[in-house]
């Protein structure tokens, strides 16, 4: 998913101890696997955000051994950070309390410009060209690359095929049908559509891609186009209609309000789907956001968390060394990584081509249409050329100003973050 929305990550929030660094409330921690009285000389402390799917923390917490085993000489604290790990992730950057290795969702350019992130060219190596174009692409500023994709985050229209079948609905492959279809099935008791609990989720990035439009091209914000103007206010239309799901227990990440029948159709991701299956059998499908009208494009989002260094902490190499061990080196914990814990898209060719939960069926589907319809933010988007585009998107759909001028206005404020970003 992507990390940038201020809000708790699909993962979850996950209690637990929490370790208080630079008196911010961080996370639970384990142990550091080999600990200094086992003769480590040198101990990284590891960042991950709170994933939901079970096992997750027991699979990162197991790797660490793993390579302490392989690596005496290197102690891994793993540190799990529940609640909004990116807030949290950049302040400790300013901190010396910061992580030697940690994750990050929807790397941006910005980490590396301003020295936070160490260029891993020499780890990569022989494998770089096993990555796929566009997980290198995300990491790549001025030809070096400066994160490894962990996974790529698949997101895509889920939809109940009895519930459309019983209402006498095609599966909706336009806008104009989708907006005709989240109001047909929504009746006194239920919505027809659940995209957040805020009604916007990721729709205004896809509303922009499916008409041609982009958020950043050439360095210079673009979702004040007008493609992207035409695309945005159609997005008013689900509100007008009141076909929207506001205000769930959950949020669009979680599969909850399809599985249970509260809505017929939801925007989510590829790593709800092993749940979606078990409750539902072979009664759901997907499909991309549809193209805006004739001429757009379908699009499914593609998201992910990319491994980082710390350029300015104390064991850059080491640091290094582990990044490259599981992400580069461990083709089989990386599939694992991908595949036991919810669904996910390895970014290596050679351990993608090795899914074999992701070989067949519905899996299969998304992985295809993410091939080729899939759609990533690029590296210059984060949270704060993301925010004007946000709050303009909030009141053109709710009916609160025009929205050419809302969007341009936004794009004023968002060049001047990513003129920052690149300075």
Not at 146 to 160: A, E, T
Request: net charge neutral; charged share 20%.
């Amino acid at each position: 998913m992507s990390a940038q929305r201020n809000q708790l990550s699909r993962r979850g929030f996950l209690g637990g101890s929490l370790l208080f660094v630079a008196g911010t409330a961080i996370g639970c921690t384990t142990s550091p696997s080999g600990g200094s009285s086992n003769g480590a000389k040198t101990t990284l402390n590891v960042w991950s955000h709170a994933y939901g799917e079970t096992g997750t923390q027991q699979a990162l917490t197991r790797y660490a051994s793993d390579f302490t085993k392989a690596n005496p000489d290197i102690a891994v604290k793993v540190t799990w950070v529940p609640g909004d790990y990116t807030a949290k992730l950049n302040a400790s950057l300013l901190t010396e309390a910061a992580p030697d290795v940690f994750e990050h969702g929807d790397f941006t350019q910005g980490l590396a410009r301003r020295g936070q992130v160490a260029a891993l060219d020499a780890e990569y190596g022989s494998a770089k060209d096993d990555f796929n174009q566009g997980a290198r692409n995300l990491v790549t500023v001025d030809g070096k690359l400066y994160g490894v994709k962990m996974i790529d985050d698949v997101q895509m229209l889920y939809y109940r095929k009895s519930a459309l079948a019983k209402a006498g609905i095609t599966p909706p492959t336009t806008f104009d049908a989708l907006v005709a279809a989240a109001k047909a099935l929504t009746t006194k008791k239920t919505k027809g559509l659940f995209v957040g609990n805020d009604g916007i989720g990721e729709t205004p990035a896809l509303s922009v891609f499916s008409n041609g439009g982009e958020l950043v091209k050439d360095n210079k914000i673009a979702f004040a186009s007008p493609q992207a103007v035409e695309a945005v206010t159609g997005l008013k239309r689900l509100h007008d209609d009141k076909s929207l799901l506001l205000g769930f227990t959950t949020d669009w990440w979680d599969p909850s309000a399809l599985v249970q029948g509260v809505v017929p159709m939801q925007w989510s991701g590829l790593w709800a789907m092993p749940a979606i299956e078990s409750a539902l059998g072979d009664d759901f499908g997907i499909l991309p956001w549809p193209a805006f009208k004739a001429g757009g494009s379908p699009v499914l989002r593609v998201g992910g968390w990319t491994s980082c260094v710390n350029a300015k902490g104390k064991n850059v190499e080491a640091a290094k060394k582990f990044v490259k061990w599981l992400w580069i080196d461990q083709k089989e914990l990386q599939q694992d990584w991908s595949e036991s814990y919810g669904f996910h898209v390895p970014p290596r060719t050679s351990v993608a081509a090795t899914a074999s939960k992701l070989s067949k069926g519905t899996a299969k589907e998304a992985v295809e249409l993410a091939a080729k319809h899939g759609r990533s933010n690029p590296n210059t988007w984060d949270s704060a050329s993301g925010a004007p585009f946000g709050a303009a998107v909030s009141k053109i759909v709710t009916g609160q100003g025009d929205a050419a001028t809302l969007l341009a206005d936004a794009a004023k404020q968002a060049q001047g973050a990513v003129d920052k970003q690149l300075s």
